[in-house]
């Protein structure tokens, strides 16, 4: 079910389908396969890169992200908010909160988002950067990719009461390694969460 997602660090991932779908890219390897479509959850740097962008896109890719990120970005931009539903290249994609509960980072009032999208019959759901919030509860998603790192996002302990809350077939950890977190948090939800866990390997 997940042989087509791959973890490129921190909250990168690049799925392969039809389309090449890439959610927040960032220190993407050379030569890594060109992008149709761009999903950027916020602009924080650590989601947002431009030279990333740059480096995966190619004449007719589509970034679909937030008005902050969009500001930092050329090419064919979509500007979406929480709430939102688009069809890109053959692609269903909804528009999801993220945000914090118990801190600062990542306000509400920011507009920050998550994505549910569609590839080969399978809704993924990317969280972003954000906490266990209600919103959560009314999603129905295959594959849930959650923050596990605690400081900025969800802690491994908080990350599994969200996956019990949404029921994915699979949940894959993320947000570790890289700037706060590690390999312990993704296994620690592994531990923690009674679902399916799929912890990836880093491919970069």
């Known amino acids: ?42 602009d924080h740097y650590d989601h947002c890169s431009p030279e990333d962008v740059r480096r995966i896109s190619k004449a007719d890719t589509v970034v679909v992200t937030v008005a902050a990120a969009a500001k930092k970005l050329k090419g064919d931009v979509r500007v979406v908010r929480p709430g939102d539903s688009l069809t890109v290249k053959g692609v269903p994609i909804e528009v999801v909160p993220a945000y914090n509960v ?20 399978q ?9 266990f919030i209600p919103e959560m509860k009314n999603l129905q998603v295959d594959i849930a990719l959650l923050p596990v790192s605690g400081t ?45 866990v799929v912890v990836l390997p880093l491919e970069r």
């Open 102 to 121: 118990n801190k600062r980072f990542h306000p509400k009032s920011a507009g920050h988002v998550g994505f549910v999208f569609t590839v080969g019959g």
């Open 123 to 131: 809704r993924i759901y990317h969280a972003g950067d954000t906490d």
């Open 1 to 42: 079910m997940v042989e087509n997602i791959h973890w490129l660090g921190h909250d990168s991932f690049r799925v392969d389908g039809p389309v090449t779908i890439y959610v927040d890219p960032w220190q993407v390897p050379a030569g890594a396969p060109q992008a149709d479509l761009v999903l950027i959850t916020h």
């Open 152 to 196: 900025y996002v969800m802690t491994a302990a908080e990350a599994a009461e969200a996956a019990q809350a949404i029921k994915p077939q699979v949940a894959i950890p993320m947000h570790y390694g890289e700037i706060v977190g590690s390999k312990s948090d993704a296994e620690r939800f592994r531990e923690l969460y009674t679902g399916e």
